[in-house]
């Protein structure tokens, strides 16, 4: 194709929207509002992972030492530990430190402390590992190495809890990632049937211009930059719509995020794509690719 015919082919691409302004509106609409439901999915998604993700890094593991193990053994455990790969901070915690956080935690019920002779707690070392490292086969991997150590009486992370949690999670993944296909792929049919639609309200044109003689791509092409403008404008307004919706509910969920905006801008060109594929797709009928 050459000069005269690309800028035929825009010039007419643009000619057709103005053309058809309100059936053009009432397909960005729909398909813009097919996208919302996608975009939602998506945002909710990813702040449940990054709570998660969050919730995760919380974790600690406690290193409990015995009872009457001297300065040094102590600082050679702590130096183990800071030795080990994926630890990333090692806390002493004395006993006496452990029982006011205990006393602290049992708030208004902490006068039953008062009834000790002595403190039962141990000192320990609080270690956090790297967010890479919190799985349970590596947990157990670390308590059980530690755990043999001179001088460490036990190692706890809440290994019950933990498993459990993991359970839940692997369990939120999937199910997470059954939906969003199936919301995917209703999005999908419902952007090409828009745009199949659209393009068959205009068949007496297509025949028109094959009778004239007009080559495939002289036809196909201002239909599939159509296709692609009214795929990112779709994509343009479901994000401004998620984006007021997310600044609503960030007065009641403060600390929510939004997507960062290079994965908008790919949205809206991954979006634009789709357009201008389900455009290719249905000009098939009519063209006899």
Aim: net charge neutral; charged share 25%; proline share 2%.
């Amino acid at each position: 194709m050459n000069a005269n015919g690309i800028r035929y082919v825009v010039d007419e691409s643009f000619k057709m929207l103005a053309r058809r302004k309100g059936a053009n509106a009432v397909s960005t609409i729909i398909m813009g509002l097919s996208l919302l439901i996608l975009v939602v999915f998506l945002l909710v998604t990813l702040n449940i992972a990054g709570f998660i993700d969050r919730t995760s890094e919380e974790l600690r593991v406690y290193v409990y030492l015995r009872d009457g193990i001297d300065e040094d053994t102590s600082r050679a455990i702590q130096f183990r530990l800071l030795g080990m790969d994926g630890v990333r901070e090692v806390v002493f915690v004395s006993r006496d430190e452990a029982l006011e956080e205990f006393r602290e935690a049992l708030g208004g019920e902490s006068d039953l402390l008062d009834a000790l002779e002595e403190n039962p707690l141990p000192d320990a070392y609080r270690v956090q590992l790297r967010q890479d490292r919190i799985r349970s086969p590596i947990l157990g991997s670390f308590a059980e190495a530690v755990g043999g150590w001179e001088g460490v009486e036990e190692v706890r992370y809440g290994k019950r809890w933990f498993e459990r949690g993991e359970k839940l999670v692997r369990g939120f993944y999937a199910i997470d990632l059954g939906l969003g296909l199936i919301v995917f792929l209703s999005v999908v049919f419902v952007i090409s049937n828009t745009v199949r639609l659209t393009i068959l309200q205009r068949r007496r044109t297509i025949d028109v211009m094959k009778y004239v003689g007009a080559t495939n791509a002289y036809i196909r092409t201002p239909f599939v930059v159509e296709g692609a403008a009214q795929g990112a404008a779709a994509a343009v307004m479901a994000i401004g719509l998620l984006l007021g919706i997310h600044l609503f509910a960030l007065r009641y969920l403060p600390g929510i995020v939004f997507f960062r905006w290079d994965a908008v801008a790919g949205f809206v060109l991954f979006c634009a794509l789709l357009g201008a594929l389900g455009s290719v797709a249905a000009m098939r009928r009519f063209l006899r690719l």
